[in-house]
């Protein structure tokens, strides 16, 4: 079954990934290891270390053809509180005549090592609709709910569970714990719905290239339950996903290629 154009960004959306450096990959990636998550103090650590504010930019192609842009934002609101923009502009193509534009942000803070959802909004708007949806995680009484242009199933409560988190904080973690041959396993509680997202870490690197400049980036794999893959690149030095790439029936969809990042 073939999704919308609209339908896989979004699902494509979930999975930009972000630490932040100056401005456009001027300076080579480190050749330093990663660390290994399972190390006492590790994952704290490393949470703590990935967050700094950034933009990142992306070029948006659905099914090889140009179709808009996109561009990802890391802020601090305050000493405990952060959160994650996501902005997509339709600007080619058959979206661009509705004038589409999304947008997703996920507001959260750090606890136990975790990057924790506090509330969550979508919003899409075009010519003839405009929808908005917005979600709150309760973690006094374990349960999240949502609420507005959604269906009446994924208004009901769900339970949470200590590391639950949304698409975009789940992608925050893969940044983090990405190692050569890792398997990395996330709970994801997003938009009323509750899966098991698993990711594959490839052994070895991929040259990837960001304008002038070359990477060497691990291929990150998670295929659904239909077989479909969202593939992303991660290089050590970078900000974001070199490349976010979702495939369904073996077909190139939805393919976000950075263009440019900087600190915010």
């Known amino acids: 079954m073939r999704l919308s154009f609209v339908s896989l960004v ?9 630490l932040a450096q100056p401005a456009r990959a ?15 103090g590790a994952e704290a650590a490393a949470a703590a270390r990935a967050l700094e504010p950034f933009v990142a930019t ?9 179709a808009g842009s996109a561009t990802m934002r890391l802020v601090r609101q305050d000493a405990a509180h952060w959160r994650i923009d996501l902005d997509l502009r339709a600007e080619r193509g058959v979206a661009s005549l509705a004038r ?23 919003e899409r708007r075009a010519i003839v609709f405009g929808k908005e949806v917005a979600g709150t995680y309760d973690w006094e009484r374990m349960q999240a709910r949502w ?7 994924r208004r009901r409560p769900v339970a949470l569970q200590q590391g639950d988190m949304s698409a975009l904080l789940i992608n925050l973690a ?8 890792a398997v990395l396993n996330y709970r994801f509680v997003d938009g009323g719905r509750v899966r098991p997202h698993v990711y594959h870490v490839h052994e070895s690197a991929e040259t990837m290239a960001v304008g002038d400049m070359g990477y060497e980036a ?45 600190g915010a």
């Open 100 to 122: 589409l534009n999304i947008h997703q942000s996920t507001t959260f803070d750090l606890h136990g090592g975790h990057f924790r959802p506090l509330r969550q909004e979508t």
């Open 147 to 153: 609420s507005g242009d959604i269906s009446k199933e």
């Open 58 to 66: 992306y070029e948006a192609w659905y099914r090889g053809r140009p």
């Open 218 to 262: 691990l291929r990150v794999e998670r295929r659904d339950q239909h077989g479909d893959q969202t593939l992303l690149w991660v290089a050590d030095g970078v900000p974001t996903p070199i490349r976010i790439l979702q495939r369904e029936d073996g077909e190139d969809e939805v393919d976000l290629r950075l263009i440019e990042y900087r």
């Open 26 to 40: 001027q300076v080579p990636p480190s050749t330093q290891p990663l660390q290994d998550p399972s190390a006492p």
């Open 174 to 181: 893969v940044m983090r714990d990405a190692r050569p041959g």
């Open 10 to 18: 979004l699902l494509a959306g979930g999975a930009f990934l972000f």
